[in-house]
């Protein structure tokens, strides 16, 4: 492409649109499975067919795109496995509003016809959340997309099912599961929502046959009583080490249950008895299974009372719920009601309370699975970063339940399993069979439910290289890299993935998980809809470009530490992006044509110095993006970059590059300009891609896209710490003469006169040598070094390791004037910081104000206490000048 000069000012919308056009069309993105490289492999946690872009993806989309950009650069063939989720539940929920608004409902359409119009719906709105993430950078390899409905997913979840049917791991099985009453459809642990709700524990009586007395029970679910099979005790309960009865009568229902004892029940709650409805929820039912109890099922699928609630059937739940306590308390049987808050279930989508209930569902035996999965995890060979969600892991796996894989929904896999009519034979096949092979009946009918969502997702990473079938693809990038993954889908995906892969694989899926955090508010909040502090990501692309928005994200993403976001934050990263552009547009003014070389003999200290510190800071930011240590490589470039290249090596060679002489000197400090910015540059593109690609074209000397360019190593003369060290010396005298202009209040313009006072003779041969790099940078119009110079009258005093620098403010500062404004200044400080702590040290302000307030009022304590020090250490610096 033609080398086009830098536009004035940055526009992030035009060069984003035109660089990803590119990108994709020059096929950047795509990764060779018959590479000779080494293979690094990603797959994307699919999103949600029906998703939009929101923080939780953006952060893990910035993350992996930062991974496979940085990878690019150090050579490997990177594959970044793109695709989407189908999302059972909620995609059926969109089409079914959607036919709704149109009059109709997927049972006046059918089956057949239901699944066409989701088809239809997906085909028309199921890429916005792909072409958002294109927005955001990501560089997929969009060419090999998958949809975990697609034809071959499709092949391999029928796989999948059978073997595992065939090894006796899947099952059919009556079993507590979560319920949604208004989707009709049990639901996963991760897609039921837990909401704090104010509601009561009601004690009630349950009194033995002979009437001598009762036993007392608490619960939050009244209407699930009618449903008890037992009542529950520990077996080492001393009140009731001389209870003799061995039956109560159930309330309301009037039939008798019997006593037992389990060490399930908690001695140190309540009273230590535990009604028992086997039926209605998970706990009971494993009493219930050790006990051999009958499970009653008082509560429907649509959420109201069964026959077997005798009296109360046909009621809703909760109606059903207002209804027993009233008539406990009619009959003397509500001992008491105690206010209590607790944690409920709701489904994800509709936002119905969850009814655990019994039913019969397809099950999957996952302990088996998960013993490979936790001996992976405990060998080392798939690593989980940061480390303290191993313990997690391990927990949750150790203690895991069998998986209910089945949906009563018509979106999805459905299940490949025929019922004979004729004699009740189950087959379980890939294909849909003729005949029954028992009694030769065609008369064969599939299980209508089709496969949680998890289930293909769970073969993710090999069914989206092309398994069963033993690709090139699935060789070359199988088992992949790394899982970017959220701590919340730790269990529900990435350890099934592990089951998964290790037993239809024999390998690990990835090595590597890296579990990120959440993305707040900026006040430490959780983001949601409802509180109204929900940032939209696309709206802060189109504010401040995509290059600010994914610095902020890398930047913040610190290991275990959630990242609080805010607009402020994003305009202070597009701040950066800018001083980049201007210092690109300067160098650009003074570079004509590439470098090859470096001519060491004549490069300065200033030369030796940045090329030094280019080489540590490539080899630091390798080692944080190795660790995943975003934040850390983030701040890492943002140093380099702003305050050393920028302010102080640009800086530093100006009088250099304005010499129209033509020296030596010059033409090594343009060499060095021109390798140090075009390797900064090769730094910052995983971060900043889009602003990186638009310099590197008109940067002469490259070739092509920066994405094929290579990662800085040991660039000659390589590290220096003796120039590091010098210049160190240099920019501390520097910075020590601009603090004292700063809080003398002296002009910029105005020139000053500097002595040394070297502590020892490397230190005043360094500041001699640079004499003129020092009175350039801190505007002097002289600098003297000599051992024997004595404080003079005065001067502001400035110490450096190995010296000590006067600066000479006689007939520059008027010192009675400027004591005179100082102590105003600090007058007026301790009037406010007065009225803070008197505001500070109010108890009612400090519990009725909320937080942020409170906070909000100590940070500004704060910043004008250190204000207030700052102006009284100048005063006195004044005062002793003075004297």
Known sequence: MSREPLDKSYSPEDVEKRWYAYWEQEKLFAADENTTKKPYSIVIPPPNVTGVLHMGHALNNTMQDIMCRYRRLKGDSVLWMPGTDHAGIATQNVVEKKLAAEGTDRHQLGREKFIEAVWDWRKEYGSAIINQLKRLGASCDWDRERFTMDEGLSRAVRKVFVQLYDEGLIYQGNYIINWCCRCHTALSDLE???????????????????????????????????????????????????????????????????????????????????????????????????????????????????????????????????AVVAALEADGLLERVEAHRHSVGHC??????????????????????????????????????????????????????DWCISRQIWWGHQIPAWTCQGCRRMIVAMDAPDVCPDCGSSDLVQETDVLD??????????????????????????????????????FFWVARMMMMGIHFMKEIPFTDVYVHALVRDEEG?????????????????????????????????????????????????????N??????????????????????????????????????VARQTEAALDAYKFNEAASAVYQFVWHELCDWYLEAI??????????????????VLWHVFKEALILLHPFAPFVTEEIWQSFPGTEGSIMKAAWPDHIRPGDDPASETQMETVMAVITGIRNVRGEMNISPSTALTVAVHPEDTETGQVIEENRELIENLAR?????????????????????????????????????????RLEKEIAKLTKELSGMNKKLGNEDFLKKAPAEVVEGVREKHAAKLEKQHALEATLARITSMME
Not at 304 to 311: F, L, V, Y
């Open 348 to 401: 994800y989508r509709c936002k119905t309370i969850v009814e655990p209930n019994l039913s019969r569902q397809w099950f999957i035996k996952t302990k088996p699975l998960a013993a490979k999965a936790i001996e992976a995890v405990e060998t080392g060979k798939t690593r989980i970063v940061p480390e303290s969600w191993t313990k997690t892991y391990y927990e949750w796996m150790n203690n895991i339940r």
């Open 579 to 616: 001083k980049l552009w201007n210092a690109a547009r300067f160098s650009l003014m003074h570079l004509e044509a590439g470098f090859e070389a470096i001519d060491e003999k004549h490069i300065s200290l200033q030369d030796r110095w940045i090329l030094s510190r280019l080489n540590r």
């Open 453 to 490: 969502t998890w289930f293909s997702s769970a073969l993710w990473p090999f069914s989206t290289m092309g398994w069963p079938d033993r690709t090139r693809l699935l060789e070359t990038y199988y088992p992949t890299s790394v899982l970017v993954t959220g701590f919340d889908i730790l």
């Open 525 to 577: 909040k959780k983001m949601s809809k409802s509180t109204g502090n929900v940032i939209d990501p696309l709206n802060v692309i189109d504010k401040y470009g995509t290059d600010a928005f994914r610095f902020t994200l890398a930047a913040f993403a610190a290991q275990g530490r959630d990242v609080k976001m805010s607009e402020k934050r994003v305009e202070g990263y597009r701040h950066f992006i």
């Open 654 to 671: 100006k009088p250099t590059l304005y010499d129209k002489a033509g020296t030596r000197e010059k033409a090594a400090s343009l060499s």
């Open 780 to 820: 002097l119009n002289g600098i003297s070094v000599d051992a024997a110079i004595q404080r003079p009258r005065a001067a502001a005093t400035v110490l450096v390791d190995g010296a000590v620098i006067y600066v000479l403010l006689e007939g520059i500062i008027d010192f009675a004037r400027e004591q005179a």
């Open 192 to 322: 039921v929502e837990h909401e704090d709700l104010d509601g009561h524990f009601y004690h009630i009586r349950y009194p033995f046959p002979d009437g001598s007395g009762s036993v007392v029970v608490a619960t939050t679910r009244p209407e699930t009583m009618l449903g008890d099979t037992a009542v529950a005790i520990h077996p080492e309960d001393e009140r009731y080490a001389d209870l003799s009865a061995t039956r109560v009568v159930l309330p309301l229902m009037d039939r008798e249950i019997p006593i037992i004892r389990d060490t399930y029940v908690d001695l140190s709650t309540g009273t230590g008895a535990l009604k028992v409805t086997p039926a209605h929820d998970p706990n009971d039912f494993d009493i219930g299974t050790r006990h051999g109890l009958p499970s009653v099922k008082v509560i429907a699928d649509d959420g109201t009372m069964t026959d077997d609630a005798g009296r109360f059937k046909g009621m809703d739940r909760f109606a059903c719920r207002k």
